[in-house]
């Protein structure tokens, strides 16, 4: 069995703060700490489950948040975006999906840097309902007949990822600057939390024949709600329909879609017959940058446990 662990940041146990999940900084850095700890509980809980391969793949941002050379090497690594065959690479190979470190949907009051796929959206929906990114990368996940097995992150994101995968293992991580930066208490709640981590990507592996791939049958009809108009006009460089702040396009399924989304965020209509390239060009500069060129963590006071 194959199994793919899809690695968010901002849900990860050890994160409370915006700044820890902004490319680049030093309270970033120790953000990725956090993040590699959480996956390589995930890793051993997958293996402990019966995993004959594991793969990590690296979403948030640039691609490259884990920390490759601490990363459990029995698992492969996957940095960075793609065109082809798909934005996350080739999920035709897997056979489960376990998502760690994940966020609350755009528009969620009271949450941790609540976003659908990127900042500039006030709130993303798929035939009039709000989504969030289980919603989508779920159902994208689903076309390709891979289930999602496993949710980890904020409380009201792992709410929000149930009710799209109500088959699916979930750990609830706590957001809250004081569970990080209280010594031995601190340090007790992050073993913990990381054992149910483990213990969940087991049963979730174990139980892989409970998963369901989530389906979204067409036609689909997406909504984008930019923050503002100015932004809107900024990002829609492809004349989708428009009215108001919201940008909106029909899909005959999940891929074209998601396609579209992506072209709305990442690539803009000049660009688009580069991206192949462009992306390939980003994934060494940002690999090479993050790993070679990173700056210290600051913890601000956080345990660390390594
Ligand atoms: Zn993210």
């Known amino acids: 069995m194959h199994v793919g662990i899809f690695a968010d940041l901002e849900g990860a146990f050890g994160i409370w703060r915006m700044r820890q999940c902004r490319t680049g900084t030093a309270e970033w850095q120790y953000g990725r700490q956090c993040l590699t700890a959480d996956v390589n509980q995930v890793i ?3 293996f402990d489950g019966g995993a004959r391969k594991v793969t990590v793949k690296d979403t948030h941002d640039t691609g490259f948040n884990c920390l490759i050379n601490r990363l459990d090497r029995r698992a492969q690594y996957i940095g960075g975006h793609y065109a082809r065959p798909t934005f996350f690479g080739n999920l035709s190979d897997y056979d489960l999906i376990l998502y760690v470190a994940i966020h609350a949907a755009s528009g969620t009051p009271d949450a941790f840097f609540p976003h659908t796929h990127y900042g500039i959206f006030s ?4 035939n009039r309902k709000p989504v969030c990114e289980m919603d989508l990368h779920g159902a994208y996940l689903g076309e390709f007949g891979v289930p999602v097995g496993l949710v980890a992150g904020e409380d009201i994101a792992v709410k929000q990822a149930l009710t799209a995968l ?32 483990r213990k ?49 396009w029909k899909a005959d399924n999940i891929l074209d879609g998601f396609d579209n989304l992506n072209k709305l965020v990442f690539f803009p209509r000049k660009v688009y017959p580069f991206r192949g390239i462009m992306l390939m060009l980003f994934r060494s500069y940002y690999r090479i940058k993050h790993t070679y060129f990173a700056p210290a963590p600051n913890a601000e006071g956080a345990i660390t446990m390594d």
Not at 123 to 126: L, Q
Not at 214 to 227: D, Q, S, T, V, W
């Open 44 to 46: 051993a809980g997958a």
């Open 123 to 126: 709130e993303v929906r798929i």
């Open 166 to 197: 109500p088959w699916a293992e979930s750990v609830v991580v706590d957001k809250n600057k004081k569970t990080y930066t209280s010594g031995s208490e601190s340090a007790r709640y992050l073993s913990g939390g990381r054992k149910n981590l």
């Open 200 to 248: 969940a990507a087991e049963t979730a592996v174990r139980g892989v024949e409970n998963m369901k791939p989530l389906k979204l049958a067409g036609p689909l009809y997406f909504e984008a709600e930019f923050r503002s108009e100015d932004l809107m006009d900024k990002f829609n460089t492809w004349n989708f329909q428009k009215n108001g702040k919201v940008v909106s």
